[in-house]
């Protein structure tokens, strides 16, 4: 699994799929969600209905797959990242989070991913902490699972930029 690295944004990459930041509700929110449901159009919220109607909420820590609708990606991967209150189950949720979006990539034949910062922003993860746990999961997901060929992580600002920089 090959690793790459760009400051900007999400909805302008050109992968199979991209993850989504979510919230539980699925219906589109602020930061890099917002961003993907603007960019995305209609089709994205209409799937995520579909998928609420089937399910429910998705939980934090889960992932649920949709089309990409507008986007250059065939998919977005929505996953539900923690709200950070410096508990040790939320370190372990976030894991989750970037987990089972890979077992989505998988199930749904994806060769590139590309994951914004989960819950760095408005659910106030430590960016530090959350960069170390986005690399070693996907790492170790890779040493037992050769499907995906790469993941692209894209930061949107500088400082997650650095903070991933340096851990690569």
């Known amino acids: 699994m090959k690793f790459e690295l760009i400051q900007g944004d999400i909805t302008k990459v050109q992968a199979d799929a991209i993850v989504n930041a979510a919230n539980t509700s699925l219906m589109g929110g602020g930061g890099v969600d917002g961003a993907i449901h603007r960019a995305g159009g209609p089709a994205i919220l209409e ?5 609420v109607a089937r399910q429910g909420k998705c939980a ?17 991967i929505h996953t539900v990242g923690p709200v950070w209150n410096g508990k040790p189950k939320e370190e372990e949720l976030l894991a989750n989070a970037y987990r089972n979006s890979l077992e989505q990539a998988v199930a749904h034949d994806v060769k590139t991913i590309a994951f ?29 699972n050769s499907t995906i060929e790469k993941v692209i992580f894209v930061c949107f600002d500088r400082e997650n930029y650095d903070l991933y920089k340096s851990l690569l």
């Open 47 to 51: 799937d995520c209905r579909k998928i």
């Open 60 to 76: 934090t820590g889960e992932a649920v797959v949709t089309t990409a609708g507008n986007l250059p990606a065939r998919y977005v």
């Open 116 to 144: 914004p910062n989960i819950s760095t922003g408005i659910y106030h993860f430590p960016k530090n902490k959350a960069a170390q746990i986005a690399i070693t999961t996907v790492r170790d997901f890779s040493e037992k």
